[in-house]
């Protein structure tokens, strides 16, 4: 550099000015070139964790609802293997039966219907279904006659406490 400055420094300051153009175009292209290679590098993943629910569908007859001692309630106790420790401390269980009034449709349990107020339990290994009088109905419920179906879904979870 000092040829060339001593070259060019009889007073013309457009030679300086093209140097240092030249210079300023090798580091925006050295910059644009660790930049470039910065960004290729990086590689975008989608991380999809699938966990899915798993849905359990059984009909259950009339002759697997049972009274109780007062005959206030009707119990279904259906065996489901599926129904784990964990599904039962941390993870999701959804209940539904057949609507009432509708046979091609299901509903979600909890629910009242006509003075009968329908509930579930689950527990390790299964889950049992009641078919109780409801706080302002005047009579007890009536036993199935006809075959229900029931759908209990699973729906997996973590636990992040």
């Known amino acids: 550099m000092g040829k060339w400055w001593a070259a060019n420094f009889n007073g013309s300051r457009f030679a300086l000015i093209i140097r240092n153009t030249q210079i300023m175009k090798k580091l925006l292209l050295i910059l644009l070139c660790t930049t ?4 290729v590098s990086c590689k975008k993943d989608t ?4 966990t899915p629910n798993r849905t ?13 001692t007062n005959g206030r309630t009707f119990t279904a106790e ?10 039962v401390d941390i993870e999701g269980i959804l209940v539904y039966l057949d609507h009432p ?5 299901y509903i979600q349990l909890p ?16 889950i049992a ?6 706080t302002f109905a005047t009579e007890n419920p009536t036993k199935p006659t006809v075959p229900i179906r029931l759908k ?7 636990d992040v406490t």
């Open 36 to 39: 470039t290679l910065g960004l």
């Open 47 to 50: 991380i999809v964790q699938e």
């Open 56 to 68: 359990i569908i059984i009909t259950i007859q009339p002759n697997q609802w049972l009274p109780s």
């Open 78 to 87: 259906i065996n489901i293997p599926e129904i784990d420790a964990l599904n």
């Open 101 to 105: 009034v509708n046979q091609s449709s």
């Open 111 to 126: 629910y009242v219907y006509e003075g009968a107020s329908y509930s579930y339990e689950h527990f390790e290994g299964g």
């Open 129 to 134: 279904i009641d078919i109780q009088r409801s």
């Open 152 to 158: 209990v879904v699973l729906i997996p979870s973590q």
